[in-house]
């Protein structure tokens, strides 16, 4: 199943749009840092410059995946889509680049204007079970945890699955 | 070589990826129906002078990292796809990922491709476009020593040595030097 997303989605306090070469280095400074404990990072930076380009390159694969969240100056997280193998499921991801953006309800809100505009099958979340700050955003974005999805054997261990609770 | 027309993309970021027809083989873009070839790739002996083996998922995100080195650095490699049968036999084409000391033009060919030409057709296609689409002035291409087939292709392609580079990933290399644009016979 391929959807085509819009290119830009808005929110009340965020404009959505597909990764550049401009958010690399952003990027990288997170992946490389100690942020990434639950997703499976730190990773060495030229593993993290390889997941950039694989992000962007998701879209011209599938027309649909991960927007970078800006809002109105250099890009912070990201949040969209993912899915790697044509049988495996679709992924909603959301994730803060810098932590001092934390705690302000961007992921939520963000996720919601993805969830609004996918037109796609149903959704499942895999969250680290220390990540309480994303565990909350599962839980109001309506996520039901449902331990019998399947996680890639290279995701760390303890990973907290979800499925869409009500089809946006 | 020529650069046709694009076909009608399934996405328009598709269209940043342009079709070349070299004769008996099309370079074209990524499309999801590709995994199936990177993931038995990746899952045989054949991928072990590029970084593998690697799981489907990982093989899957190789894949997606060569589609968007497209849409980020403005070139990349394309799939090869057999004219006449449709069968996809290999990844060729441009290519700059991190801590590489320069772009280079790379190939990789899938079980059964060989000894067809398809590596040596394809790399010159890449040469070409590089040299006269995007004006490079050079061009390497980075060999695992013990890639004995590699290394006869460069030669082929009238490479020369020119030292060596070691990456986190990927090891040993080396590098070889390909004939300027003056020289290049497209």
């Known amino acids: ?168 | 070589m020529s650069v046709l027309t694009r076909p009608a993309p399934a996405h328009a970021l598709n269209a940043a990826i342009p079709v070349l027809d070299t004769g008996r083989f099309l370079m074209r873009g990524y499309r999801p129906g590709d995994i199936a070839a990177f993931t038995a790739f990746y899952a045989s002996d054949r991928s072990r002078f590029v970084a593998g083996p690697l799981d489907a998922d990982l093989a899957c995100r190789a894949l997606m990292t060569y589609a968007g080195h497209w849409l980020l650095r403005g070139y990349g490699r394309w799939m090869v796809e057999d004219k006449a049968t449709g069968a996809t036999l290999g990844n060729v084409g441009l290519w700059y990922p991190e801590g590489w000391p320069e772009p280079e033009i790379g190939w990789t060919l899938f079980e059964g491709a060989e000894g067809r030409g398809v590596a040596h057709e394809t790399a010159l296609a890449s040469r070409d476009y590089a040299y006269r689409v995007l004006g490079w002035s050079t061009a390497i291409s980075l060999i695992d020593p013990a890639n004995t087939r590699s290394r006869a292709l460069a030669l082929r392609l009238g490479c020369t040595p020119d030292g060596t580079f070691s990456h986190a990933r990927f090891g040993r290399m080396e590098i070889w030097r390909h004939p300027a644009p003056s020289e290049a016979t497209p």
């Open chain 1, 1 to 168: 199943m391929t959807a085509t997303l819009p290119d830009t989605l808005t929110t009340a306090r965020l404009t959505l749009r597909r990764p550049a070469l401009q958010d690399l280095e952003a990027y990288v400074a997170y992946y490389t840092g100690p942020r990434t404990a639950g997703v499976g990072g730190p990773k060495p930076r030229h593993v993290v410059v390889d997941r950039f380009f694989a992000m962007a390159g998701q879209w011209a694969l599938r027309g649909f995946g991960r927007y970078v969240m800006t809002d109105g100056g250099a890009g912070f997280g990201h949040v969209g889509v993912m899915q790697t193998d044509t049988d495996a499921p679709l992924e909603l991801t959301w994730t803060l680049w810098d932590g001092a953006r934390e705690g302000q309800g961007y992921a939520t809100e963000a996720a919601r204007a993805v969830m609004a505009a996918w037109r796609g099958a149903l959704l499942i979340a895999q969250v680290a079970p220390d990540n309480a700050a994303s565990l909350r955003v599962a839980e109001k974005l309506g996520f039901l945890r449902d331990d019998d999805i399947a996680v890639p054997s290279h995701y760390p261990e303890g990973v907290v699955t979800f499925r869409q609770g009500v089809l946006a």
